[in-house]
């Protein structure tokens, strides 16, 4: 019986032992980052891939949620000095080198995205090692592309509008919910009664076919209690309306 109970007792340590993670990955990065749209400049959110065991390991990366804003944004892998293609949902791709870490040895995840077109992109990352894919680590990034203010809400539009700001009057923040039925560079600014430029919201932001909505907060930009004009433009299209701010 003792020898039972002894052979089970060093089964479970050795269970613990086989199945225990031996790697650490964690986002070093905010959750949230703000860029700029570009096809030029990518904007990169990272994280930290650790081997904490005593033998050299072999990982792989698996981007199983990619929900990026729309056909113009692209986002890709890179691990360590190795980029691999947008299309790579899983890295090291079959045939590939492995991406290994030495015990003790850690590296860095970098997420690259790309985008002409204001929004924002959620990525959720797996990442497992080759020995024991059983266990696993999970991390969310997330980049926004554009001001930081606005927002898609709807791609799907008959025409230009340009709507009410809501609340109004307003104090410090209100809602301008605008439509743009093409692709195209779009303005949107607010200007005293004197005609005065206050705020530049948008400044020629290359925008694609969609409904926006931008949350305006007065106080970013000193403004007083008073009558303003918000402004919107585009290369074919403009319209004015009036708001009121009360402190």
């Not at 005609?195 to 530049?200: D, I, L, R």
């Not at 007065?218 to 009121?244: C, D, P």
Request: proline share 5%; with cysteine; glycine share 6%.
């Amino acid at each position: 019986m003792k020898k039972v109970i002894l052979l089970i007792l060093v089964m479970v340590s050795l269970s613990g032992t086989l199945f225990s993670q031996t790697f650490s990955f964690y986002r070093t990065s905010p959750l949230l980052i703000n860029g700029d749209t570009s096809y030029s400049n990518a904007t990169i959110s990272k994280a930290v891939y650790k081997n904490t065991g005593s033998t050299s390991l072999n990982f792989t990366f698996a981007r199983i949620l990619n929900n990026l804003p729309g056909p113009d944004w692209s986002c890709s892998m890179c691990a360590g000095t190795n980029c691999f293609s947008p299309t790579q949902d899983t890295i090291p791709p079959r045939g590939a080198s492995n991406i290994t870490l030495g015990a003790g040895v850690a590296d860095t995840l970098s997420i690259d995205f790309y985008g002409i077109s204001i929004g924002t992109a959620t990525v959720i990352i797996k990442v497992w090692v080759n020995s024991n894919p059983a266990v696993y680590a999970i991390d969310t990034f997330k980049v926004h592309l554009g001001p930081v203010g606005i927002r898609q809400i709807s791609s799907i539009v008959e025409g230009y509008k340009l709507e009410q700001n809501y609340p109004n009057p307003f104090n410090p923040s209100t809602r301008i919910n605008f439509s743009v039925p093409k692709r195209e560079s779009v303005s949107l600014k607010v200007y005293d009664i004197l005609g005065n430029e206050k705020a530049t919201l948008l400044n020629s932001e290359n925008l694609s076919q969609g409904t926006y909505s931008y949350d305006f907060n007065s106080s970013e930009f000193n403004m007083s209690s008073g009558v303003y004009y918000y402004i919107l433009k585009t290369e074919s299209f403009t319209s004015a309306k009036k708001m009121m701010l009360i402190k």
